[in-house]
């Protein structure tokens, strides 16, 4: 059955109401069902007849039904409920019965399906209307506002000072590493004083001794006095050389011990 | 003639009213987006009042083939709308929009701010969720003020982009407006007792009817 | 007024000059380019002189906030010159430099004229090209004399802007480290002997140095 409406359009399958074409799927929900349905009545929907409306809604109810035709919640909901309001309009009302009356809850789905429909037909108006970038349209080369984004940086003397007191004290923080390249170990300052001992014949200042290139750097001369005379002092142990100093403070100074077999 | 950079100094003169009518003209031309007063202001000399300078722009439009239109409270210039034969090339193709979208649209733009209950209610079937991610994506609706009623609802309303795309003022230019309200079609009004999947108002007590059924017929 | 949809017809005869006018106007300000006369033509109606309405319209926006300009062999509506100043918006950002930029300029200060590898061996990490170059746009410092030594290195010095930013006569100025010491931002007292191979001069470090250095001295 629902077959031969395929082609049909949405339009003439729902003008086709009287058919009640089981295609509950084209519905969107019981109130659009029952709307499509009283538009059937070709009258104001102020004044439809509720009751009739109620019977066609109940009629395609149990079509759909015998029709194995799957029906969402709703719709039977709306069908038991239609039934209802069916019984409440026949019947004389019960004068103990405190729920609304028929008429009442007639009247208010007279007011929904109204209302419905002036929703429908106020969107088809909206979208009668022209619309922009269909009927009238907006700039086609708009200029964005150029934003123009001054970053200014800022610093203060203080952020200046704080930076660099930071860096200037970052050695405190620092583990402690031993600054290889600015170190002269014994070992070295021995091997130096043993090749150059043998030259030695007069008391010559110690400090004569340090290597080349380690006399300047306050640092370098440090480390370096330090292992030249520790080594002085390995060699006096050795008897190798003699050391003397003349005065607090005054220079060291060592020379080559005659080797007794020399003579 | 020279106009000075814009000061936020009253030292300096607001520029002539013609001036000004300009400079609105030229902020207008650049954008395509509507342009508050505010926004205007700000970006006029300072002492500027755009406001007065849109009148005159307004009117110096008039008839022509563009036109100053007022969308919210914004201002933009759009192509006047008989024009738009001339147009096709620009004519952006959107995205067609479900029956169930419009409807809601519609629902929306009459009866905002509405809680998704009531346009379901209205609609008197469920409102999917793509369908109000839709209309939220086109920009034309918003989320409104919360409803101060129980769990709170969030609320729909149309937005400035919606009414620059439908050509209106304001939402109250919506057509037929007046009509659905003095016919109180855009009232919320509660069924009596509980109606089909309707939460419950209040409980009018009801009257004993005397004429049953048949009152709606003809 | 209406007007009717285009028609390759001649039947139809060609709107009205003022009508052709008022559909170019339009034409110009939808389109994304500028349109040329032979574009126009085959927007227009048939019959249309969209030559001659370009010359009215190009008359009737002399002296607006917008003018008709022929861009190449096109048209296009374009913002007066004059006006160009309200299509932007400046924004000023206020940023602290950077720590790597506060430290390098306070390097350059310090130790000037200074070469870029000796500010990565006081600071004990690299120096980045961008940090120099935010420096040198901020015309803080600028390049110095090439250093006479082995690859002639570009040195860096601080310029009159930097002095002027921070409020001082000339770098000497610039406090020395007793004087940090003293104002408490150095809390520690530096370890004897340098930082990583600096040599300030006149601070207290270089009076240590000759001290212990006097132990070994004749």
């Given at each position: 059955?629902?077959?031969?409406?395929?082609?049909?359009?949405?339009?003439?399958?729902?003008?086709?109401?009287?058919?009640?074409?089981?295609?509950?799927?084209?519905?969107?929900?019981?109130?659009?069902?029952?709307?499509?349905?009283?538009?059937?009545?070709?009258?104001?929907?102020?004044?439809?007849?509720?009751?009739?409306?109620?019977?066609?809604?109940?009629?395609?109810?149990?079509?759909?039904?015998?029709?194995?035709?799957?029906?969402?919640?709703?719709?039977?909901?709306?069908?038991?409920?239609?039934?209802?309001?069916?019984?409440?309009?026949?019947?004389?009302?019960?004068?103990?019965?405190?729920?609304?009356?028929?008429?009442?809850?007639?009247?208010?789905?007279?007011?929904?399906?109204?209302?419905?429909?002036?929703?429908?037909?106020?969107?088809?108006?909206?979208?009668?209307?022209?619309?922009?970038?269909?009927?009238?349209?907006?700039?086609?080369?708009?200029e964005s506002v150029e934003r123009v984004r001054k970053v200014?940086?800022?610093?203060?003397?203080?952020?200046?000072?704080?930076?660099?007191?930071?860096?200037?004290?970052?050695?405190?923080?620092?583990?402690?590493?031993?600054?290889?390249?600015?170190?002269?170990?014994?070992?070295?300052?021995?091997?130096?004083?043993?090749?150059?001992?043998?030259?030695?014949?007069?008391?010559?200042?110690?400090?004569?001794?340090?290597?080349?290139?380690?006399?300047?750097?306050?640092?370098?001369?440090?480390?370096?006095?330090?292992?030249?005379?520790?080594?002085?002092?390995?060699?006096?142990?050795?008897?190798?050389?003699?050391?003397?100093?003349?005065?607090?403070?005054?220079?060291?100074?060592?020379?080559?011990?005659?080797?007794?077999?020399?003579? | 003639?020279?106009?000075?950079?814009?000061?936020?100094?009253?030292?300096?003169?607001?520029?002539?009213?013609?001036?000004?009518?300009?400079?609105?003209?030229?902020?207008?031309?650049?954008?395509?987006?509507?342009?508050?007063?505010?926004?205007?202001?700000?970006r006029?000399?300072?002492?500027?009042?755009?406001?007065?300078?849109?009148?005159?722009?307004?009117?110096?439009?008039?008839?022509?083939?563009?036109?100053?239109?007022?969308?919210?409270?914004?201002?933009?210039?759009?192509?006047?709308?008989?024009?738009?034969?001339?147009?096709?090339?620009?004519?952006?193709?959107?995205?067609?929009?479900?029956?169930?979208?419009?409807?809601?649209?519609?629902?929306?733009?009459?009866?905002?701010?509405?809680?998704?209950?009531?346009?379901?209610?209205?609609?008197?079937?469920?409102?999917?969720?793509?369908?109000?991610?839709?209309?939220?994506?086109?920009?034309?609706?918003?989320?409104?003020?919360?409803?101060?009623?129980?769990?709170?609802?969030?609320?729909?309303?149309?937005?400035?982009?919606?009414?620059?795309?439908?050509?209106?003022?304001?939402?109250?230019?919506?057509?037929?407006?007046?009509?659905?309200?003095?016919?109180?079609?855009?009232?919320?009004?509660?069924?009596?007792?509980?109606?089909?999947?309707?939460?419950?108002?209040?409980?009018?007590?009801?009257?004993?009817?005397?004429?049953?059924?048949?009152?709606?017929?003809?």
């Amino acid at each position: 059955m629902a077959e031969t409406f395929e082609d049909q359009t949405e339009v003439e399958a729902r003008l086709a109401a009287e058919a009640l074409i089981v295609d509950v799927d084209g519905y969107e929900g019981p109130l659009d069902l029952l709307l499509t349905m009283s538009r059937t009545q070709k009258v104001d929907l102020r004044k439809i007849s509720i009751l009739h409306l109620a019977e066609q809604y109940l009629v395609f109810i149990d079509r759909a039904k015998g029709l194995r035709i799957e029906l969402a919640a709703d719709y039977l909901v709306m069908a038991a409920w239609l039934a209802f309001l069916k019984s409440r309009l026949l019947l004389p009302a019960d004068p103990n019965d405190e729920g609304p009356s028929g008429e009442e809850l007639a009247a208010h789905l007279a007011f929904q399906l109204e209302r419905l429909q002036a929703m429908r037909d106020a969107a088809a108006k909206l979208m009668a209307r022209d619309q922009l970038g269909r009927d009238f349209f907006a700039r086609g080369v708009p200029e964005s506002v150029e934003r123009v984004r001054k970053v200014k940086y800022t610093a203060t003397i203080l952020d200046l000072m704080q930076a660099y007191a930071r860096l200037r004290t970052r050695d405190d923080f620092r583990p402690y590493v031993m600054d290889r390249e600015l170190l002269f170990t014994m070992e070295q300052a021995l091997d130096r004083l043993r090749g150059l001992i043998c030259y030695a014949g007069d008391w010559t200042d110690l400090m004569s001794y340090l290597p080349e290139g380690w006399e300047s750097d306050p640092k370098k001369r440090r480390s370096a006095a330090a292992a030249t005379f520790a080594a002085s002092l390995e060699l006096v142990k050795a008897g190798k050389i003699d050391i003397r100093q003349d005065d607090v403070f005054a220079p060291i100074q060592i020379k080559k011990k005659r080797d007794p077999n020399d003579g | 003639m020279t106009v000075e950079a814009p000061q936020n100094d009253s030292l300096f003169e607001a520029p002539p009213m013609g001036e000004q009518e300009r400079m609105v003209e030229a902020v207008l031309f650049a954008t395509a987006e509507p342009v508050t007063v505010r926004e205007l202001a700000a970006r006029l000399p300072h002492g500027s009042d755009p406001a007065e300078a849109l009148v005159h722009l307004k009117k110096r439009y008039e008839g022509r083939g563009v036109s100053v239109v007022k969308v919210g409270d914004a201002w933009a210039i759009r192509t006047a709308p008989d024009l738009g034969f001339l147009m096709q090339k620009e004519t952006v193709e959107t995205r067609k929009l479900s029956r169930a979208a419009i409807e809601t649209l519609a629902i929306i733009a009459y009866h905002q701010p509405v809680t998704r209950a009531e346009i379901e209610e209205i609609r008197g079937v469920g409102v999917s969720r793509g369908t109000i991610d839709q209309l939220l994506e086109l920009e034309w609706i918003r989320f409104g003020r919360r409803r101060m009623t129980p769990g709170r609802p969030v609320t729909y309303v149309v937005t400035q982009e919606f009414l620059d795309h439908f050509g209106l003022e304001s939402a109250r230019d919506l057509p037929g407006l007046k009509e659905l309200r003095a016919a109180g079609l855009l009232e919320n009004r509660p069924p009596p007792g509980q109606g089909p999947g309707l939460d419950t108002g209040e409980d009018d007590e009801a009257e004993e009817d005397e004429n049953q059924g048949e009152m709606f017929e003809p």
